[in-house]
């Protein structure tokens, strides 16, 4: 089985900074696209950013220039580091990753999501 486990999230003021970080661990055999999605109360889940295992990148119009995704593929690790917060950032922040997952039975492709983290920005 593979878990993601994020952290770095909390209460901000606007104009501050946050990074989030989702590691992944498990019987992993490589990692393809990881991505941060978010859900604020009353909405839908969106696409924040996602990179590719080639490290193409791409941000959501509402976050462009604000925020930023990488990876470090040795540590099985996605990031989101998050400037110039606004109040309408504030939602709980899920990474996901499509794992090529090894099984008993061989390996597997397959979409896994965090528990996800709460970001609040205050005004």
């Known amino acids: 089985q593979v878990q993601l486990v994020e952290s770095g999230g909390g209460l901000v003021q606007t104009g501050g900074s946050l990074r989030l970080s989702c590691a992944a661990s498990?019987?992993?055999?490589?990692?393809?696209?990881m991505g941060w999605h978010r859900q604020a109360p009353g909405k839908q889940r969106e696409l924040v950013a996602c990179?590719?295992?080639?490290?193409?990148?791409n941000h959501a119009d509402s976050v462009k220039g604000r925020f930023t995704i990488s990876r470090d593929d040795a540590k099985n690790t996605v990031y989101l580091q998050m400037d110039s917060l606004k109040p309408e950032d504030t939602a709980v922040y899920y990474c996901?990753?499509?794992?090529?997952?090894?099984?008993?039975?061989?390996?597997?492709?397959?979409?896994?999501w965090g528990q996800g983290t709460q970001v609040t920005v205050s005004s």
């Open positions: 996901k990753a499509n794992v090529i997952e090894r099984t008993i039975w061989g390996q597997r492709t397959y979409d896994f």
């Open positions: 498990g019987n992993i055999f490589s990692i393809n696209d």
């Open positions: 990179i590719t295992s080639g490290n193409r990148t």
